[in-house]
């Protein structure tokens, strides 16, 4: 998964534009579009993210890696 495409899933899904998302963040809006190409990214700015949308993306990607199997 990249981790881009499931931020934009997630902002569709609740609703939101990019511009109101990179109003949040703060960032340009071309940014945004950036980061929904990205294939991985900054924690600390996904961690900005995660609180922003209200969405664990963290979870998402350990999901993904582990199939839900925490060791």
């Known amino acids: 998964m990249k981790i881009g495409s499931r931020i934009r ?6 609703g939101h ?3 109101w ?4 963040i703060p960032c340009e809006r071309t ?3 950036d980061i929904f190409k990205r ?3 900054n924690v600390k700015l996904l961690s ?3 609180v922003v949308l209200q969405h664990d993306f963290f979870a998402d990607l350990s999901e993904e890696t582990f199939g839900g199997k925490n060791a």
């Open 9 to 14: 899933q997630v902002l569709l899904a609740q």
């Open 17 to 19: 534009t990019a511009k």
């Open 21 to 24: 998302l990179a109003e949040e």
């Open 31 to 33: 940014n945004v579009y």
């Open 39 to 41: 294939d991985d990214m």
């Open 48 to 50: 900005r993210i995660c």
